[in-house]
């Protein structure tokens, strides 16, 4: 079976500082990858999506940049954090081959910038 | 462009009460529909889907039916309980390129026991 995996949990940092956050897939073959933020009590907006190694596509204009080094392996990162980074962050893969696409999402990382 | 609008929330209802969560999309074609469910503190669940008009998506005790006419997808449940508590997502994804799904609001559902 398939499981997703995100780390941390949690993580505080300060502003300016740098990011690194961190999903892989397991038991499965070119997911579609997809990061997300969740502010507090919103909904869910997509900042990156991928379909393929070295192939990322942003969907908001931001500090953050996303890379996917291996097949299974999605990276957000960011050089400087602003206090508008804190949120929830959401690591998400869907099988491209069905086309149905419903997502699989990770437990989250919360982020909190002080 | 394609869109999902649902109902507001919070919705707070006694245990054993009906549920019904509305939600209506904006799309061309014909989308796959979806209901997520977030529990706190957590990432979000598949709950129930319907890829085609007038497929019925079920999964504990929720139900959600595929209304081309409408362009609807309301989420129900007969007897809510306590541990429903959560946000629901509805959600659509299309087949060809849909590479991305597009999400509604999410609508807080709390129930009091």
């Not at chain 1, 990156?48 to 940049?65: D, K, M, R, W």
């Not at chain 1, 602003?82 to 989250?108: K, M, N, R």
């Not at chain 2, 529990?39 to 959600?64: C, R, V, W």
Request: aromatic share 12%; hydrophobic share 35%; glycine share 10%.
């Amino acid at each position: 079976s398939q499981t997703i995996h995100q780390w941390p949990a949690t993580l505080v940092q300060p502003v300016g500082s740098p990011l690194s956050l961190e999903c892989t897939v397991e038991g499965t073959s070119n997911p579609n990858l997809y990061w997300y933020r969740q502010a507090a009590g919103r909904g869910l907006q997509l900042l990156f999506y991928s379909v393929g190694i070295g192939q990322i596509s942003s969907e908001v204009p931001q500090n953050l940049s996303a890379s996917r080094p291996q097949d299974r392996q999605f990276i957000l990162s960011s050089k400087k954090l602003l206090l508008s980074d804190s949120g929830f962050y959401l690591c998400a893969w869907s099988d491209p081959t069905g086309g149905i696409y419903e997502q699989y999402f990770g437990p989250g990382t919360r982020l909190t910038v002080t | 462009g394609d869109s999902v609008t649902q109902m507001e929330g919070p919705v707070t209802l006694s245990e054993e009460a009906f549920l019904t969560i509305n939600c209506t999309y904006t799309a061309t074609g014909y989308p796959s529909l979806f209901w997520y469910v977030q529990y706190p503190g957590e990432g979000l669940q598949l709950l129930l889907k319907a890829t085609k008009a007038d497929d019925k998506g079920s999964n504990k005790g929720f139900e959600a039916t595929y209304r081309k006419e409408t362009t609807s997808f309301h989420l129900e449940k007969g007897s809510v309980q306590v541990s429903d508590s959560a946000v629901y997502f509805c959600a659509l994804s299309h087949g060809t390129g849909g590479f991305k799904t597009i999400f509604g609001a999410g609508t807080r559902l709390f129930v009091k026991a």
